[in-house]
């Protein structure tokens, strides 16, 4: 299955915000997506999302537009990760996370014995059971990012968007959600993620698009993609690259 745009622009009414992008993801592969603020790098996400529709261009999935499918067919075929949720009300967390099972029932369906074991199994994983009662409102920032990566696995999608899915977790917690977009590939899950680090991308990432001004600036894999000249580039800032005897690459700002 695979998820792609071609010739996209994206924007919204009154602001053109990118045209010409092509995007391609296989599901079990990690792509990065990299740039400066403001470049396009969410609207694109929910452009891809069906969340905003495209200017120009199509975005298709397994073959056929993604505009011919409905919102409950959307869901179970993409899971999304915002950068950040303020609930309007104050839902426990098993709550938010039972929310990403309403494709395979109903938003005021009563919860079937599998919706409860999938969210229990994925409270479990994130180390958040102990919070299930807890009031979404009340709990951290890096514990409510956990919880909507819990929500949208829920969904048990092919392809999962996840925009700075570490932007407000802890150095161990990013290493956990980082290590489970590895091990969403490896089970055959689809997932691009946003970051502004480009280590994220090179130590977890299969390929990279390094997004400018609306514009894809380079793509391909992340060996080739995050090199000191590129990133230079991109960010318009110096960059010093670091690597150790076994060749392990980082980059830090000058």
């Given at each position: 299955?695979?998820?792609?745009?071609?010739?996209?622009?994206?924007?919204?009414?009154?602001?053109?915000?990118?045209?010409?992008?092509?995007v391609?993801?296989?599901k079990g592969e990690v792509l990065a997506l990299l740039g400066p603020n403001g470049g396009g790098k969410t609207t694109l996400l929910k452009t891809?999302?069906?969340?905003?529709?495209?200017?120009?261009?199509?975005?298709r999935i397994d073959g056929?537009?993604?505009?011919?499918?409905?919102?409950?067919?959307?869901?179970r075929l993409l899971g999304y990760v915002p950068q950040s949720h303020a609930a309007t009300?104050?839902?426990?967390v098993d709550a938010i996370v039972l929310m990403g099972r309403t494709p395979y029932g109903g938003l005021f369906s009563a919860?079937?014995?599998?919706?409860?074991?999938?969210?229990?199994?994925?409270?479990?994983?994130?180390?958040?059971?102990?919070?299930?009662?807890?009031?979404?409102?009340?709990?951290?920032?890096?514990?409510r990012q956990l919880a909507l990566l819990a929500r949208a696995l829920a969904?048990?999608?092919?392809?999962?968007?996840?925009?700075?899915?570490?932007a407000s977790l802890d150095f161990g917690n990013q290493g956990k959600v980082m290590?489970?977009?590895?091990?969403?590939?490896?089970?055959?899950?689809?997932?691009?993620?946003?970051?502004?680090?480009?280590?994220?991308?090179l130590r977890y990432a299969d390929r990279a698009l390094l997004l400018r001004d609306g514009a894809a600036f380079a793509e391909g894999p992340v060996e080739e993609v995050l090199t000191t000249p590129l990133l230079e580039g991109l960010y318009r800032a110096e960059i010093e690259e670091i690597a150790d005897a076994g060749k392990t690459r980082a980059f830090l700002p000058r």
């Open positions: 299955m695979l998820l792609e745009a071609r010739d996209l622009s994206i924007g919204y009414p009154d602001h053109l915000v990118g045209v010409g992008l092509n391609e993801l296989r891809l999302l069906g969340l905003l529709p495209p200017k120009a261009g199509e975005v056929g537009p993604l505009s011919g499918r409905s919102a409950p067919e959307r869901a009300f104050a839902f426990t919860p079937t014995e599998k919706d409860r074991v999938v969210i229990t199994a994925l409270l479990q994983r994130f180390g958040i059971l102990p919070l299930a009662a807890r009031p979404y409102t009340m709990i951290s920032g890096g514990e969904q048990e999608p092919h392809f999962v968007v996840l925009d700075e899915p570490t290590r489970e977009i590895r091990a969403l590939a490896a089970a055959g899950h689809g997932i691009l993620f946003t970051t502004h680090d480009p280590n994220q991308a």
